[in-house]
């Protein structure tokens, strides 16, 4: 199963950080923010990815390219024109980089990737958050009920979008950022169908407005709940939340 990443975005709220880079390549601890949720599939045994880019593309295209120069020792033959990469990287990653353009919307993003995920279940998440979501058993619930999308549920915080779920974990209503209101919100962390790849118009269409709004409707779209870790990196106040975390030794997202 693939794992699609959007990693497009211009992260504005974050603009301390991203006038220099795009947001996926934020550090925490010494590692990009993308890196550690790419650890967290891998650690459910899922390491061929997909990376919807757009804002400073050729950056994290370079930081791919250069993956193992930057992380682990080498060896340069002169004479033979030659690198040597020494040690056993844990890291044994596809990594397909798509630029899917500078101001595609989310859903506008998935649809220019759909020939890279072919007619198989792919997982897609956020390039900008973590959380200790069980993906083996978030996949598992995917293919127990038969929708075409599954979204990761998680308690508001008051501030995102709310999901109303039934009994039976199906998502009856999704509505995006009301006022006064609490529930349950979009945590990412999808499993998606192919076929839910037809309820995006084009580019300017909102992964998170008009595709699971239809599909919530339709009766299509189903809810993970999941009641431990989970932050956003909106700000630069989160990015340092998830920074001490990390160095405190006990980050809940490490499942590595």
């Excluded at 859903?107 to 020939?115: E, T, V």
């Excluded at 990412?188 to 192919?194: I, K, L, M, Q």
Aim: negative net charge; hydrophobic residues 40%; glycine residues 8%.
């Amino acid at each position: 199963m693939k794992v699609v990443i959007l990693a497009g975005g211009f992260g504005t709220r974050l603009s301390e950080e991203t006038q220099n880079l795009p947001k996926p390549l934020v550090n925490i601890g010494e590692r990009p923010i993308i890196w550690h949720i790419m650890k967290t599939y891998a650690a459910a045994g899922l390491d061929d990815f997909v990376i919807c880019c757009g804002y400073k593309a050729h950056m994290l295209k370079s930081y791919f390219v250069n993956y193992f120069s930057e992380n682990y020792d080498i060896k340069v033959h002169l004479g033979e024109n030659r690198v040597e990469f020494l040690g056993d990287p844990s890291e044994r990653w596809t990594v397909t980089l798509v630029d899917t353009g500078l101001d595609t919307m989310t859903g506008g993003r998935i649809k220019r990737i759909a020939s890279h995920v072919g007619n198989e279940a792919f997982c897609l998440t956020y390039g900008d958050g973590l959380a200790n979501v069980d993906i083996k058993a978030l996949i598992a619930f995917h293919r127990s009920h038969g929708r075409l999308v599954t979204v990761t549920s998680v308690p508001s915080p008051g501030r995102f979008g709310i999901l109303d779920i039934d009994e039976q974990q199906n998502v009856t209503r999704f509505h995006e950022k009301p006022d006064n209101e609490m529930g349950w919100i979009n945590g990412g962390f999808f499993v998606v169908e192919p076929a839910a790849i037809n309820y995006i118009r084009d580019d300017q269409t909102s992964w998170e407005r008009e595709p699971l709004e239809k599909l919530a409707r339709d009766g299509a779209l189903a809810a993970f709940p999941h009641r431990g870790f989970w932050h956003p990196m909106d700000t630069l106040r989160d990015q340092r939340e998830l920074e001490a975390l990390w160095k405190s030794g006990a980050a809940p997202w490490r499942c590595w």
